[in-house]
């Protein structure tokens, strides 16, 4: 068997926020909502997303919930077009997330930008097109 991504989980401090955040925001799909933990849908050849309250995610892993800063990982999504860019980091400001590095020109000949949900998860914007 070969391993496969079937959903990443993001630790959160605020699950109901976070939950508006990705469906009303951005427009994600709930599939599925408990106490401590929201699955969501991604689309077409999309893994889920998981949101876990942070200190129940901590618990489940066994480990301390301590920690901030770069978790040395970011979620990158690549639309066809610039102005698809542009929407997307606008939605995810709209619905309460940060612009971490504003959308531009690329040397390499891209256009991107970096933005951060409530709980300050990178997501990186790129096009390789026009």
Known sequence: MSLQVSAIMLGVKDLTGAKKFYTEGLGCTLEKDT??????????GSPQLALYEWEAAAEDAGVPSEGSGFRGASFHFNPDTREEVDTMIRDAIAAGGSVVKPAAPAQWGGYFGYFADPDGYLWKVTTYGE
Do not use: A
């Open 35 to 44: 106490n401590h933990f929201v699955l969501l849908g991604l689309g077409d």
